[in-house]
Structure formats: structure tokens, C-alpha cells
């Protein structure tokens, strides 16, 4: 079954193996206004499944001042009978946003591939997947994905580029040691690469919101999104060309 698309701005990015999932407030807020709830009512509907969170919870994640974690997201998105990848704010891309969009816990989904905990949990935090044969069947059983996407999500440069994008379009110093990691690459030279990627990202929302500011023909927003488009898929080309460097 295809995820249906984010209809606004992405949310934060944080790191697969972080506390938080990635999480858009202006997804959450737009689905309690589809449902109708009020902030205390989506409260109410958590507390039935077991997650205690007051209305101010709730407004918080609205606002971005707080993000929720995944067994609130998890909550969150049956309360507001909403798919998590709709409140991810974006379509799933690694292992971890896989599972979190099927509603699965880490260690739910560890014993229906018949995995051991600590191994599974290894296997996001680390990007490699190890498990043998049968288990990537029911892997891929398990989350729905078909044969394209499972090699998508095993594939080490999907997986690569996943992170890369998480880390440019937000705190790039927590993706370092896993980028490096799971590129090979020397930690120092990975950070250093990641800080150059971070300030060329930036620049584009600079240039954008440049344009916007000084009221600039359509054209001109038109162009900046499509240089960031391209600088994207060039993306981990270019990291590999940084994080080598001398």
C-alpha cells in the first residue's frame, strides 16, 4: 500500500538512530483539524491508548517547540487516525521510518523477523542489515515493501543519501558518526564534510528567502529550487569527494 504524500513543509530532521523520529507540526496540526478534535480531546484519545499527554503536550508539538517521540508519534497518529508517515512529513527512505510508517516498535518488529532485540536495534543504529535470508523475507513481509523498495532500504547508498539529506537539512554534528560509519570515510574529514554540505544547503534557504523578502518574479524562486534540486541528487557524490579529501 503506497504512503500518502506530505501536503506541507517537512519537519525537523533528526538522525535513525536518534530518541525523536523525523516529525512535521504543520502535518499534526492539519490532521487534528481533519478530525475535528480539540487539543485536549487528541490528550483524551492518548491517554486511552496508554501515552499520558496533557493538551499543552499536544500544543507544544504543534508549534515545533517540542517533538514528539516515537511511542507519542505512534499515539499521536492513531489519535488522530492519521498514517505516521503523513506526520513524518515526508515519505519513508531508511529502515527506521519504514517501521516507524508500519506502526511497529523496534523490538515488535525484531520478533516478527525473528531477530534478537539488540540485534535489530544494531542494524538501524549501525545501517547495516544483517539479517540472513528468511529474515529479510519477512523483513520486507513485515513492512510492506516490495522488491524495489527493500533493495532501497538495504542498499547502502539509499541509505547514505538518506542521511545525508537528514543531516544538511538539520543538525548535522549528530549524523557524523554514523555517516562515517557507514561510509568508511575518517571521522574528521566525515565532520568536516558535513559542516561545508550544511553551509551550502543553508545558502539556498538564504537565496530563497532573499527572493521572497526583495518580492523577486516567480522565476527567480523557481531557479533556487531547482539548483537545490540538483545539488541534492549530486549530493553524495560530493561528500565522497569531501570526506576523501586531504
Not at 499527554?53 to 489519535?79: C, H, K, M, Q, Y
Not at 520478533?111 to 544494531?122: D, I, K, L, N, Q
Request: aromatic fraction near 6%; include cysteine; charged fraction near 25%.
Amino acid at each position: 500500500m503506497p504512503f500518502p504524500p506530505p501536503t506541507g513543509p517537512p519537519g525537523p530532521a533528526y538522525p535513525p538512530g536518534a530518541p525523536y523520529p523525523p516529525f512535521s507540526a504543520y502535518e499534526a496540526g492539519q490532521a487534528r483539524v481533519r478530525v475535528g478534535l480539540t487539543l485536549h480531546q487528541v490528550a483524551f484519545h492518548m491517554h486511552q491508548l496508554g501515552v499520558h499527554r496533557t493538551a499543552e503536550t499536544v500544543s507544544a508539538w504543534e508549534s515545533g517547540r517540542e517533538v514528539p517521540s516515537e511511542t507519542e508519534l505512534l499515539a499521536l497518529a492513531d489519535a488522530l487516525w492519521c498514517p505516521v508517515a503523513v506526520l513524518m512529513g515526508r515519505n519513508p527512505a531508511t529502515l527506521r521510518e519504514y517501521r516507524l510508517a508500519r506502526q511497529f516498535t523496534a523490538d515488535r518488529l525484531a520478533r516478527r523477523v525473528g531477530m534478537p532485540p539488540e540485534a535489530y536495534a544494531r542494524a538501524e543504529a549501525e545501517h547495516r542489515w544483517s539479517g540472513d535470508d528468511r529474515q529479510t523475507l519477512l523483513l520486507a513481509d513485515a513492512l510492506g515493501l516490495r522488491s524495489e523498495q527493500l533493495r532501497a532500504v538495504l542498499d547502502r547508498t539509499a541509505e547514505l543519501t538518506a542521511l545525508l539529506r537528514q543531516a544538511v537539512e538539520g543538525r548535522w554534528k549528530q549524523h557524523a558518526p554514523a555517516l562515517a560509519r557507514l561510509s568508511g570515510a575518517d571521522p574528521a574529514r566525515t565532520a568536516r564534510a558535513l559542516r561545508t554540505l550544511h553551509q551550502e544547503h543553508a545558502r539556498f534557504h538564504e537565496r530563497y528567502l532573499g527572493h521572497l523578502v526583495a518580492r523577486s518574479p516567480e522565476t527567480r524562486l523557481r531557479e533556487v529550487a531547482q539548483d537545490r534540486a540538483a545539488w541534492l541528487r549530486a549530493l553524495p557524490e560530493r561528500f565522497r569527494r569531501l570526506s576523501a579529501g586531504p
